[in-house]
Every structure is written in structure tokens, then in C-alpha cells.
């Protein structure tokens, strides 16, 4: 059924069949700099859902940033119904300066629904949910790992959520972990506003790595020929397996202060006692071996080369379901 009802986002309006790219300005740098938001809409002449694709929500996770970049170059965002939204960077300000918080120092995954009158990050993510939010049917928000902390591919739904279930099997990454909402995020705005999110969580901040952009890229694939609007001249590939569901996880902290050398078992599945790292001092007095304390998947892995007592180094599931089976 052809669509000749216009879409208004950021006061333009934009038809059916028509591609805008709307450079949205709140508030310009400390020298008076502009500094845009580039929002990239593109639209089918048939009717469909609305799907939106973010990240940059934090301004150093770059990996996400990649998966956004990939899908507009490679025209994955030419629907064949419907209209594809793409936010490659929500947080510029962060971004420029490669930082995770905007300027005033604020999580902006923290202060949704934000407001007119309130901080700068309160103030952007106030425009999201007035402008944004009310024309989406679906989401997708790329994240990574804080703190050079590198995530394993993952879909991030909370539990007993049907629909959602349903999307992440469909996207099919790797791992796909049930994940409470958090006050103020992104996430927990969009449900409450009946918009059905998916988050993706890959790689680590101020970081590129292809295995996870790819793995993006495949789930962004599998997710619009779903819902019907994957141009035909786009290839689908399967996954080989299906999503490995978490429910239950545990950090696994240094008991020393030293040098940090991982053994790079990101994603793979470990018993009890494996060894997954040592623990080092500079000078070659001692060696402390770091052992997984159950069997279970390595969702996270700490990669900074110094770490202090205390610190998280591996996020492992524990008790989790293989495949899908709940």
C-alpha cells in the first residue's frame, strides 16, 4: 500500500520516497563552533514500520558508531517499506572530545526523558523524546564497553518481554542477556513509550573491531528481512546457531593490584578453574594466576594492562541456558 503521509521530525517534513539528512543543533561548542547531529532518514513509497538505528549515546563507544556508519554506506537503510532512521552519533560533544559523558559531565543514558529547561545532556535527550520517539516502532542502540572493558557481542532485553524475545532471536547475536532497565536510560524512555528496543552491546570504548561490527551488521539484516524491509538486493545470512540466553551473571574482581595479562577467551565457554589471566607485578616477584570461579561463558573481559585490587576483570554467566532453551 503506497504511503502519502509526510513524517515530521525536527519541525521537517519529510514524504514518502524522499532521503534527508537533517543536521540537528542544540547548543554550539565554547567557541561558538556549531556542532551538528546528522540524522539520516530515509523513506519507502510503501508504508511500514518505523525503525530507528542509534549509538554514540556515549561518545567514546565507537564500535557502535561503526555499525551505524556501515549500515548507511553500505544502503542497508533503504527500506523497502517503512522509513529507516540512522543516528550514527547522539552524543557529539562527547564524541569530539572522545569522552563518555557530554560536557557537563553528564551520562546522557542517565537523564532521560531529560528537559527543556534543565542541563545540556538533559536538554538533548529532552529533544529525542518530544521529536524522535513518537514517530518509532522499533529500535536498535549500539553500545560497547566502558572502561576498556570489552563486551562479546550481545543483545540486552529485559525478561518476560515476548515481543522483545521474538526481536532477539530473530537478531540473533551471539549472546543475548535478560538485563533490567535502568532509571533514566534510553531504553527504559523507549518501553515506557511502547517503542520495542533492542540494545546492542559489542567490543570496548575508543575501539574499532570488525568481528563486532560484522556481527552488528548481520543483526541489523536479519531484523529488518523480519520485519519486511530489507531491500531485495541485500543478502541475509543466517546465524549458525541460535543466541545463547543469560540470565544470571557474575564479576569476577582482582584479588591483587599489578599488570593484567588476558588469555583472550572473550566468548568462549570456560569450567571451573581455567585459567584466564595473570596477575603480575612490574619488577618479576610474583605471578598470580586468575581462575574462573564456575563453569560458564566469558560475556566481558577486562583489557586495560593495569588493574588494582578490587577491580572488575570477567563478567561470567553462570547457570545460563545454552541456545535459546529457557
Keep these: 500500500m503506497k504511503n502519502s503521509k509526510p513524517l515530521v521530525i525536527f519541525d521537517e517534513a519529510i514524504l514518502p520516497g524522499e532521503s534527508r539528512t537533517i543536521n540537528v543543533e542544540i547548543a554550539r ?12 532518514v530515509r523513506r519507502s513509497k510503501i508504508e511500514g514500520p518505523v525503525v530507528l538505528f542509534s549509538a554514540g549515546i556515549h561518545g ?8 551505524v556508519r556501515q549500515i548507511i554506506s553500505k544502503k542497508i537503510n533503504k527500506p523497502a517499506r517503512g522509513t529507516i532512521i540512522c543516528i ?8 569530539v572530545n572522545k569522552s563518555r559523558e ?9 537523564v532521560f526523558p531529560g528537559s527543556k529547561k534543565g542541563s545540556l545532556a538533559s536538554r538533548f535527550a529532552y529533544h529525542i523524546v518530544e521529536e524522535v520517539l513518537p514517530i518509532l516502532d522499533y529500535a536498535v542502540d549500539f553500545h560497547a564497553g566502558g572502561a576498556s572493558r570489552f563486551n562479546a557481542p550481545q543483545i540486552r532485553i529485559t525478561e518476560n518481554n515476548p515481543e522483545l524475545k521474538v ?7 551471539p549472546f543475548t542477556l535478560y538485563s533490567k532497565n535502568i532509571s533514566g536510560s534510553f531504553r527504559n524512555t523507549s518501553e515506557k513509550a511502547n517503542v520495542k528496543m533492542l540494545l546492542f552491546e559489542g567490543g570496548k570504548s575508543l575501539d574499532i573491531n570488525n568481528d563486532i561490527a560484522n556481527e552488528g551488521i548481520l543483526g541489523v539484516k536479519r531484523l529488518l528481512n523480519y520485519l519486511e524491509m530489507l531491500d531485495s538486493k541485500q543478502l541475509v545470512e543466517a546465524a549458525p546457531v541460535p543466541s545463547i540466553y543469560i540470565k544470571d551473571s557474575v564479576w569476577l574482581r582482582a584479588k591483587c593490584s599489578g599488570l593484567l595479562h588476558d588469555f583472550n577467551l572473550i566468548g568462549k565457554f570456560v569450567t571451573k578453574g581455567t585459567i584466564l589471566a595473570i596477575i603480575t607485578d612490574p619488577f618479576g616477584k610474583f605471578e598470580q594466576k586468575v581462575k574462573a570461579p564456575h563453569d560458564g561463558f566469558v560475556i566481558n573481559a577486562n583489557h586495560s594492562p593495569i588493574v588494582y585490587e578490587g577491580d572488575a576483570i570477567y563478567h561470567i554467566s553462570k547457570n545460563s541456558p545454552v541456545n535459546g532453551d529457557e
Design 60 to 67: 567514546d563507544e565507537i564500535n557502535g558508531v561503526e555499525i
Design 29 to 40: 561548542l565554547h567557541t561558538t563552533t556549531k556542532l551538528n547531529i546528522p540524522v539520516i
Design 167 to 173: 526481536l532477539a532471536d530473530v537478531f540473533n547475536a
Design 88 to 95: 550514527p552519533i547522539i552524543n557529539m560533544y562527547g564524541f
Design 102 to 110: 557530554f560536557p557537563d559531565g553528564r551520562d546522557l543514558n542517565r
